[in-house]
């Protein structure tokens, strides 16, 4: 058996859905009732080129370190040499994400008006990941979309108000079927696949080789006996060709990424399976959570893309970090709930399993949401206030003194800087730049941690949250 | 201040009465201390929820004031919240709570 699991490559990806942005949870429920604020949401969307040169975007798609970041504002502006495809992935259009959403809709749940549907699979006949795409259901998912519409569907738009589309039910008595949640999951299928076919090509990674798939998504795939019941680990597996692969869905709202890694490590040193995916989809109801605040401070529409990201885990090959089994950190039962000992459990308890120090960390991936999303809405800077937690935490072990708190969080913290897609801003969207840093840059260890809300679901008032350790290999 | 806590404040004086609550904040920065404290003395200022037009005046602190500090264990202060002195910007926000708990006190 290996003595260690290595995090071997990692892909990210977006895609620009603005139009999709209106059936967001927040905006389908308020919009609807207010025509003016229709008027204005519609009017405060981004366009494609103005979400490409975002340099928050840039930086989750590793065209820059987020250290490298110029200060904010960052909307108004536009990163220099910004491209649509970056060094970890891409972000992909609206017009060619609606064809990728009929490309793995395996059930004629979409219907695209001809023009959108030929203009899709023109487009995508061109993407660089083409050969894997199903091409031909593009092509067919044309068709009458004022006769889904009359029939209950749901119109999908391309922004600003072009009517692209429908999304149909699947069944009527069923709620866990209704055409809003069958797009939530056709979505975060869409841009996990997106993700996975990107990890594939990028990294040379052969899909015949992998065991075992592990979704970490936040959405809840299942019907009306099964809510949530899953399963988007072995969906997504399949339709990217992962012949050898099955799968299972690992849930903790937005910590889920975390465990699903830890899972991955430890069955890859357990030797049940040689190679694990670790992969996740973007969240559609969160696309225009904030938008009240936004508009507010005469903000675009921020919250307008979906992320996915995919992650191989394997044996060790001499090469890749290290992920250090024996320092996972995990908020225990026994826990209190305050933020300070949260954190505690996440970052000193297993640092100090190992014997380290917190000032061995070279950088601490934490909640990452871009605070030019959240502040507009009263969230504060969700990083900015992890980050002086754990530098409160590293002067209680008097690693350093009070007045180093800013340099601590300068030199091992980083401004958020990912979408509110809230499983991907919870320390995985650092993952590629972790490799880096681990690899060819001057970092010797990355510890990343993630926090989930139990609460919002009703049945405990706890959260819970996880960290993982990642370590140069040899050092 | 989200709805539903606002809806929860507003039964929780119908039930017991202003005069038996105090109000606790964990609000992690002036600006939205200062809302929550404007929201339970004298209204909802975005006239969103239940309590738009409603004047509580109820007596309203942050948990890192030192009023609160001097009512709880030190020990127990110290565990909970102790390590927050070091993270938020603490002046900020009791300057923020107090403007509104002076004008629920006149």
Same mark, same amino acid.
């Given at each position: ?111 695209? =008006? ?131 692969? &099955? ?66 885990? =394997? ?22 709930? &305050? ?137 | ?106």
């Amino acid at each position: 058996m290996p003595e260690a699991a290595v995090i071997r490559a990692v892909s990210l990806v977006l895609a620009h859905t603005p139009g999709l942005a209106r059936l967001g949870s927040k905006p389908a429920r308020t919009l609807p009732a207010d025509a003016e604020l229709t008027r204005s949401f519609l009017a405060h969307l981004r366009s494609f080129d103005d979400a490409v040169g975002y340099p928050a975007h840039q930086a989750f798609l590793g065209s820059c370190h987020p250290r490298e970041l110029p200060p904010r504002p960052w909307v108004g502006t536009s990163m220099a040499g910004a491209q649509r495809f970056a060094p970890f992935g891409e972000l992909m259009p609206e017009d060619e994400f609606l064809g990728l959403m009929a490309a793995v809709d395996e059930f004629d749940l979409l219907v695209l =008006t001809p023009e959108v549907a030929e203009r899709a699979a023109k487009k995508l006949a061109e993407h660089p990941l083409a050969a894997h795409l199903d091409l031909a259901r593009v092509s067919a998912a044309a068709g009458d979309v004022d006769a889904a519409l009359a029939s209950g569907a749901l119109p999908v738009h391309l922004a600003p108000d072009c009517l692209a589309g429908a999304l149909r039910g699947a069944h009527e008595e069923d709620e866990s079927l209704v055409a809003h949640i069958l797009l939530e999951n056709l979505a975060c299928k869409a841009t996990g696949t997106l993700a996975l076919l990107r990890l594939l090509q990028d990294h040379g990674v052969d899909p015949a080789g992998i065991g075992y798939t592990i979704s970490c998504s936040e959405e809840a795939v299942g019907d009306r006996y099964q809510r949530g019941g899953g399963n988007m680990g072995k969906t997504i597996a399949a339709v990217a060709g992962l012949t050898e692969s &099955s799968g299972a869905d690992v849930k903790n709202f937005c910590a889920a990424p975390i465990p699903a890694l830890v899972i991955a490590a430890s069955l890859v040193v357990a030797g049940v399976f040689e190679q694990v995916v670790v992969l996740a989809g973007g969240s559609q109801p969160k696309l225009g959570m904030k938008f009240e605040g936004h508009l507010r401070h005469g903000l675009p529409v921020l919250e307008d893309v979906l992320g996915g990201v995919a992650v191989l885990v =394997t044996a060790d090959d001499g090469i890749s970090p290290r992920i250090r089994l024996d320092a996972v950190g995990r908020h225990r039962v026994s826990s209190g709930g &305050s933020g300070a000992q949260i954190l505690h459990d996440l970052t000193v308890q297993p640092l100090e399993a190992i014997g380290a120090r917190m000032c061995d960390v070279d950088d601490y991936a934490t909640e990452l949401h871009n605070p030019e999303i959240t502040e507009p809405q009263g969230s504060g800077d969700v990083a900015a206030r992890n980050y002086r937690t754990i530098a409160a935490l590293a002067v209680r072990r008097k690693e350093i003194t009070r007045d180093e708190i800013g340099s601590f969080v300068a030199q091992r913290g980083m401004p958020g800087y990912a979408p509110t897609q809230g499983h991907l801003a919870s320390a995985v969207c650092y993952l590629p730049h972790a490799l880096t840093r681990l690899t060819t840059g001057p970092a010797d260890r990355v510890l990343l941690l993630a926090k989930g809300s139990l609460f919002l679901g009703r049945m405990s008032q706890r959260s819970d949250g996880m960290s993982i350790l990642l370590q140069r290999n040899g050092g | 201040m989200d709805l539903s806590t606002q809806e929860t404040i507003k039964r929780l004086v119908d039930q017991h009465g202003a005069e038996s609550l105090l109000v606790v904040l964990g609000a992690p920065d002036a600006e939205s201390a200062g809302i929550a404290a404007e929201t339970v003395v004298l209204g909802d200022p975005s006239w969103a929820g239940p309590l738009a037009g409603v004047q509580l005046g109820l007596p309203v602190y942050h948990v890192l004031e030192d009023e609160l500090r001097a009512a709880v264990p030190a020990e127990v202060w110290e565990e909970q919240v102790g390590l927050m002195l070091d993270v938020l910007e603490v002046d900020d926000i009791a300057d923020a709570v107090r403007e509104f708990r002076e004008q629920a006190s006149t």
